[in-house]
């Protein structure tokens, strides 16, 4: 309702925060779209995947933290790999179409673990998105950059940065209601033992309390933890395939020299 009752107000406002021209530009409404994909996969990837590294696999915050290192390994070789290779052919559509592609086999790949899933298969799987993400986040904002007449520069950039961010909400959200459905589920079938804790609730569960229970406990709260994750990031499969058919259509616009300069400085950063 909010967003309905803006729209008006924004219609009529000599200023308007977010100008509607905007929403006729094509290269600006749909990288928002495919950023909004970006957000919902990006983060409810990053969020809960911590929380399997910790309750699956035993590793500390710190080490849970060290561990997604191939993730911000391979978003960085991505971002700034793609960055200067626009910077020197001038083409970007191609990028966001890869990044999408790449990003699902990266969600595929990540919904395969378990307990039982080596280490290194889950830090390849973290490599794909990384990689995939990478593709996507600065080339996203060039597209919009590059589209937008420069008075409404600052405000399409901030409006896509924002609309990510919507993204990212959402997905934590509708994703973490959905694994605790599926944990609560697991949880049900609790050993002995395992009822005081089952009775606290999923939210009292932590790496800490896991470490004091009985092993028959600590284990089969691993192994529903591995069984009710990994699911989750199939779901946003359908997400990211949409978000593939959505960049196809971006139009190739010839890049200018601001946004070609503009571009090789952020991929340095």
């Known amino acids: 309702m909010a967003a309905a009752a803006i729209i008006p107000v924004e219609l009529r406002a ?3 925060i977010m100008p509607p021209r905007l929403f006729r530009i094509r290269n600006f409404v749909l990288p928002v779209l495919v950023g909004i994909a970006v957000g919902i996969t990006m983060f409810s990837t990053i969020s809960y995947l911590p929380t399997f590294l910790q309750m699956v696999n035993g590793a500390s915050a710190t080490v849970s933290g060290l561990m997604m290192l191939p993730m911000m390994g391979g978003l960085l070789v991505a971002s700034i790999g793609t960055g200067q290779l626009i910077s020197r052919t001038g083409k970007y559509k191609i990028y966001p179409v890869i990044g999408c592609a790449v990003i699902i086999a990266g969600l595929v790949m990540l919904s395969r673990i378990s307990a039982a899933t080596p280490y290194s298969f889950t830090a390849a799987g973290m490599l794909v998105m990384g990689l995939g993400i990478g593709c996507l986040l600065q080339n996203l904002v060039l597209i919009v950059q590059n589209s937008v007449p420069i008075r409404d520069m600052g405000t399409a950039i901030s409006a896509a940065n924002f609309f990510r961010q919507l993204g990212a909400s959402f997905g934590i959200a509708l994703f973490g209601s959905i694994f605790i459905s599926r944990l609560s589920d697991q949880m049900a079938a609790a050993p002995p033992g395992a009822g ?44 990211a395939a949409a978000a593939l058919g959505v960049a196809l259509f971006i139009q190739e616009i010839p890049l200018s020299k601001k946004s070609r300069v503009k571009t090789g400085g952020d991929a340095a950063a």
């Open 196 to 239: 005081d804790v089952a009775s606290g609730g999923i939210n009292s569960l932590s790496p800490a309390l896991l470490r004091t229970l009985p092993p028959p406990v600590r284990d089969f709260i691993a192994e529903a933890f591995g069984q009710a994750l990994p699911p989750i990031f199939l779901l946003s499969v359908p997400v």
């Open 14 to 16: 000599p200023e308007p």
